[in-house]
C-alpha cells in the first residue's frame, strides 16, 4: 500500500526547495526496512551507447520521502546510483524537520480514522437490518408508482433511492452524521483541520501547508450501503458505494463533508451502476419492475427520456426527452423483434441507458 505525499513550502522556503514526493509503506517501521523500499523508488540507470570498457551509466538522484503505515513515522533519503560499475544502488538519509515529521503522523492518522470512521458508520447502518427501518428511505414516490402492472415489485431498493431526490438527499445527511461524528470521537487533532479532498490530504501546521495524495494500491475506506431488496434479483447484492470527502469544517467543529457516488462499485437492479450508465454499451434490460422504476421518475419529472428505435424495427428519429414517459414497442425489426434504445437525461446530462426489445 502507497500514499504519495507532496508537501508544499511556505513562500520563504519555495525558491531553495521543491515540492517532496512521499509514500505510505507498510513494512517501513526502522531506518533500514525504509532504506530497503527507498532503493526500489530509484531513477533507472542510463548508460552510454558504448558497449566496452568506456561505457559511462547514471542515474538522477530521486528525493523519496517514506511515512510508515502502522507508526506514522517519517523517513527521507537521496536515492542514486553510483558513478563507477558496478554502479551499485544507495539511499542515503536526509534530514527531516520536527514539524514535517508531526505533519505526517497527523495527517496518517488522520487517514486511519476517517477510514475507520466510515468503516463504522457503514456497519452500523448494516446493523440495523434493512432499509425499511430507516426514516431516510420514508418516502412514498415509488409506493404509490412502481406497481403498475403486479403489484410486487420492491419499493425499498438500491434503484428507487438513486431515482429519489428526497431517499438520496437523507441518505447523505445520515451518512454524513455518522462518520462526523465517529471522526470527532477518534481524533484529537481535528482543530488544525486536516482535510480530503479525493486522493488528496492536506494539513497547515505552524505557517507551512502539507498535503498527501494516495495512489497506487492505497484506497480511502467507501460508505456502502447494502439492500437487501432489488428489482433483478442476483447473487450479488445491491449496494451503493460513495466516495467520502472532508474538504472543510462547520463553525461547529463538525467535519463538513461530501459523498459522491462511485459507479464501478455500486450496484443497481442486479447490474453496475457503470453498466446500467451504458460503460459497456447499452444493456438489454428485460425486467418489467426496473422498466417501471424508470417510467416512474420519468413521470415525476426527475428524469427525461428519449427513446429511438434500432436494429431496422423503425423510423430511427427518436423521441425528444420529455415527450415519451412510457416504453413504448414497435412491430417489425430483425428477424420479426423490436428493439429501441431508451437514454435517460437529467439536467441534460446522459444518466441511463439501455435496449429493450419485443
Given at each position: 500500500m502507497k500514499i504519495k505525499v507532496s508537501v508544499f513550502l511556505s513562500l520563504l522556503l519555495i525558491t531553495t526547495a521543491s515540492a517532496q514526493t512521499a509514500q505510505m509503506c507498510t513494512t517501513c517501521s526502522t531506518e533500514s526496512s525504509a532504506r530497503s523500499f527507498a532503493k526500489t523508488q530509484a531513477n533507472p540507470l542510463e548508460c552510454s551507447p558504448t558497449f566496452d570498457m568506456n561505457v559511462q551509466c547514471?542515474?538522477?538522484?530521486?528525493?523519496?520521502?517514506?511515512?510508515?503505515?502502522?507508526?506514522?513515522?517519517?523517513?527521507?533519503?537521496?536515492?542514486?546510483?553510483?558513478?563507477?560499475?558496478?554502479?551499485?544502488?544507495?539511499?542515503?538519509?536526509?534530514?527531516?524537520?520536527?514539524?514535517?515529521?508531526?505533519a505526517y503522523r497527523i495527517l496518517m492518522q488522520f487517514h486511519k480514522d476517517l477510514n475507520a470512521s466510515i468503516i463504522e458508520a457503514s456497519g452500523a447502518y448494516q446493523a440495523v437490518g434493512s432499509l425499511s427501518d430507516n426514516s431516510f428511505i420514508k418516502s412514498d414516490l415509488y409506493n404509490k408508482t412502481s406497481s403498475a402492472s403486479s403489484g410486487n415489485c420492491p419499493t425499498n431498493t438500491a434503484l428507487s433511492t438513486l431515482l429519489d431526490p428526497n431517499k438520496l438527499s437523507d441518505l447523505r445527511?445520515?451518512?454524513?452524521?455518522?462518520?462526523?461524528?465517529?471522526?470527532?470521537?477518534?481524533?484529537?487533532?481535528l482543530n488544525l483541520k486536516p482535510t480530503k479532498t479525493n486522493r488528496?490530504?492536506?494539513?497547515?501546521?505552524?505557517?507551512?501547508?502539507?498535503?498527501?495524495?494516495?495512489?497506487?494500491?492505497?484506497?480511502?475506506?467507501?460508505?456502502?450501503?447494502?439492500?437487501?431488496?432489488?428489482?433483478?434479483?442476483?447473487?450479488?447484492?445491491d449496494v451503493l458505494v460513495f466516495d467520502t470527502n472532508i474538504p472543510a469544517y462547520k463553525s461547529d467543529g463538525m467535519p463538513a463533508g461530501s459523498l459522491t457516488i462511485n459507479e464501478g462499485a455500486s450496484r443497481v437492479a442486479g447490474f453496475s451502476l457503470a453498466e446500467l450508465r451504458g460503460a459497456n454499451g447499452p444493456l438489454l434490460i428485460e425486467n418489467e419492475c426496473l422498466e417501471e422504476r424508470f417510467e416512474a421518475a420519468a413521470a415525476m419529472g426527475i428524469i427525461s427520456m428519449n427513446t429511438t428505435d434500432i436494429g431496422g424495427g423503425g423510423t430511427g428519429t427518436g423521441t425528444p426527452p420529455g415527450d415519451d414517459n412510457g416504453l413504448p414497442s414497435h412491430p417489425g425489426g430483425i428477424a420479426g423483434f423490436s428493439c429501441q434504445l431508451i437514454e435517460f437525461f437529467q439536467n441534460g446530462r446522459l444518466m441511463y441507458t439501455f435496449r429493450v426489445c419485443d
Open positions: 547514471s542515474s538522477r538522484s530521486k528525493e523519496v520521502l517514506l511515512v510508515d503505515e502502522a507508526t506514522g513515522n517519517s523517513y527521507r533519503f537521496n536515492v542514486f546510483h553510483e558513478q563507477q560499475a558496478p554502479w551499485n544502488l544507495r539511499a542515503e538519509r536526509l534530514d527531516l524537520s520536527a514539524n514535517a515529521r508531526e445527511a445520515v451518512a454524513l452524521t455518522k462518520i462526523g461524528t465517529g471522526l470527532l470521537s477518534k481524533n484529537n487533532d488528496s490530504y492536506g494539513l497547515g501546521l505552524r505557517g507551512v501547508q502539507y498535503s498527501m495524495t494516495s495512489e497506487g494500491a492505497t484506497r480511502a475506506s467507501s460508505y456502502a450501503v447494502t439492500f437487501s431488496q432489488s428489482e433483478r434479483t442476483t447473487s450479488l447484492s
